[in-house]
């Protein structure tokens, strides 16, 4: 087996809802390698600190709930202490605990090593909000993508009526600018753009469109 920093990583990145899942999943299952959810760690941290009483701005707590976190991916499912949490984390109140959570740095240190595990043959395809700039900054390529709020908006606005929870447009716009306020000052590993992304403007393109430029990219760089 090559060792982790032979293993080609494809690293996406980008605000919340701007498409970086469904994008990551698809160039994953286009060239066979395995995907990281970074941010599903994070609502994991999150849930199980809310369902322990610990609070959000508890850093060494919270640090120690990411250490310990006994949580698994299996197939779509997410497991939390052998519970299906794989709905529950998608929540918009979990989103919301998920990004405060994310703000702290012993959290983050806690849940590097667990990230850097998913780095195994034949790849990696890696989303969040720092993969291409803190957790896999020799990413083989790093793609940033991007959408314009109310697309953003629209788009979560969807996914949670969806599943039959009730949200509003206006509550939307205004979490996800929060969320990206957040994201974007936080003092370790804040969301921007790795110098050497490319960058994608996901507002007016198909999920297919998307998924055959960051392919076609990345054969493009191995070819």
Known sequence: MPPPEDVPVIA???????GKGTIAQGVARVLGFHYLDSGALYRLVALAARRRGIELTAEQPLAQVAAGLDASFEGDEVILDGERVTDTIRSEPVSQDASKVASHPQVRAALMARQRAFR???GLVAEGRDMGTHVFPDARLKIFLTASPEERA??????LIDKGMDVTMIDL???IAERDR???ERAVAPLK????A???????LTIDEIVNAVVARYRSLTS
Do not use: E, M, N
């Open 154 to 159: 629209r788009r979560r606005y969807k996914q």
């Open 193 to 196: 753009q790795a110098d050497d």
């Open 182 to 184: 957040r994201d974007r």
């Open 12 to 18: 996406i990145d980008g605000p919340s809802a701007s």
């Open 173 to 175: 716009v205004r979490d």
């Open 120 to 122: 195994r043959p034949p």
């Open 198 to 204: 490319v960058l994608i403007d996901t507002t007016s």
